[in-house]
């Protein structure tokens, strides 16, 4: 089938596509689940956000593999379009653009693809770099992946290439293999709504994948996010394969509203049908029962949960930097009482992964003392399923208190005074 009619068939399923539509097996299918496990998971999972991203460049085969020596659960792959069809994993520093090469790859100091720099409109935002649409899987492996968080280490720079999915997902099963334990994938489906458009759509070609690697089933430890609504509803009619409702916000205010503005404001695909409703929306009861319909968990943004405020002692509506270390940021904050979003998506029968846990001081909110240890403790005490972290290591030490301190007899498991299925926790 020609790409562009492909395209445009993928989208009138996605536009045809309602909640009330969706197999209503779904829900039954997440309750037998509950019934057989008698409760959630008691073990969050580690989530390793774009791979060990906290170390080594995002998106790179040698980060994931890191991730997993760490001990992390799940790996994330940010999953993009190629011209030629191919999926690889990729993401863009700013806005959320992902399509966008510019500055997680050394393209930009790569003289035979100058001409390919332009502009383009992703979710309704101009912008200017390389685009992965415009590349061939040939072309893109040339390129190498660079750091795009300057405070972070550059030493890694130019070394490594950009994976497809399929070199992922072997990745995952030969680790899998290897460590006698089941590492799971979770693919984010990027700019649906703009990959359709260009006669790209992600959908069938992230469940083609998944088949051929034999993890297209419900028993296969696979969650398939996205900040779009309906092509997480053309894929539950497609797949059995766990999905996630990703929910984003702009920024936040003084007072610790998280604030709406557009491409964060709402999922895109209800932009460009005129849908009022928000991310927040989204968020209410009754959003979560609708979200409920279709997919298996939320993956928000993690000041919906818990938020912070900043100190304004001279009211001129700016925050104040109340550390004296000569910047404003995070560790000027202060924490507020936590939301009821866990327990409300948690009694519409949702997971709840919040993102991106980070250890940098500037990151960290004053309460937590500097410590992102105790930023991990206090969200998992919240009752969160899983987290996505940049830094596995840190997320999996502080799941180890958390373990410790609510199962105490887990202590003779890392003693090895204890060993079999009781210890499975710590693993």
């Given at each position: ?16 596509v309602s909640p009330m539509t969706i197999d209503t097996t779904h829900a039954q299918e997440r309750a037998a689940e509950a019934a057989r496990s008698g409760a959630r998971a008691a073990v969050p999972l580690v989530i390793a956000h774009r ?116 070199e992922i997902l072997e990745l995952v099963r030969r680790k899998s293999a290897e460590q006698g334990r089941a590492i799971g994938v979770y693919p984010e489906t990027k700019h649906p709504t703009y990959h359709r458009d260009l006669g790209l ?227």
């Open positions: 089938m020609p790409t562009m009619l492909a395209g445009r068939l993928t989208a009138a399923l996605l536009l045809a791979g060990a991203s906290g170390y080594l460049p995002d998106h790179t085969l040698e980060g994931y593999a890191l991730a997993i020596e760490l001990g992390a659960d799940y790996v994330e792959p940010d999953l993009v379009a190629t011209r030629d069809g191919v999926l690889i994993a990729r993401h863009e520093l700013i806005a959320r653009h992902e399509p966008n090469l510019i500055a997680t790859t050394d393209v930009a100091a790569r003289p035979e693809f100058a001409s390919r720099k332009r502009t383009a409109v992703v979710d309704g935002v101009i912008e200017e770099g390389f685009f992965a649409s415009d590349f061939t899987l040939a072309e893109i492996k040339t390129l190498r992946a660079i750091q795009p968080l300057s405070e972070r280490d550059q030493s890694f720079n130019g070394r490594f290439r950009i994976p497809t999915f399929a759509p992600l959908e069938d070609r992230v469940l083609d994948e998944l088949t051929r690697a034999g993890m297209n089933h419900r028993g296969a430890p696979v969650f398939i996010q996205s900040f779009e609504v309906s092509n997480l509803q053309y894929l539950r009619t497609r797949t059995r394969v766990k999905l996630v409702q990703l929910i984003d916000g702009d920024s936040v205010a003084n007072d610790g509203t998280v604030t709406l503005a557009p491409p964060f404001d709402r999922p895109y695909d209800f932009a460009v049908r005129g849908d009022p409703r928000t991310f927040k929306d989204l968020l209410t009861p009754a959003g979560l029962r609708e979200i409920a319909t279709y997919a298996d968990g939320i993956g928000p943004w993690k000041p919906y949960l818990i938020s912070s405020k900043c100190t304004d002692a001279n009211n001129d509506g700016q925050c104040d930097d109340v550390n004296g270390d000569g910047r404003v940021d995070e560790a000027d904050r202060t924490l507020l009482a936590p939301t009821t979003v866990v327990a409300d998506a948690h009694a519409a029968g949702l997971l709840v992964h919040p993102f991106t846990f980070r250890s940098e001081q500037r990151r960290l909110a004053r309460d937590y003392a500097g410590n992102p240890i105790n930023e991990y403790l206090k969200f998992y005490e919240l009752g969160v399923d899983g987290l996505f972290s940049d830094f596995t290591d840190t997320a999996r030490s502080a799941r180890f208190m958390f373990l410790l301190k609510t199962r105490p007899e887990l202590a003779q498991c890392l003693t090895g005074e204890q060993r079999g299925r009781a210890c499975d926790a710590l693993r």
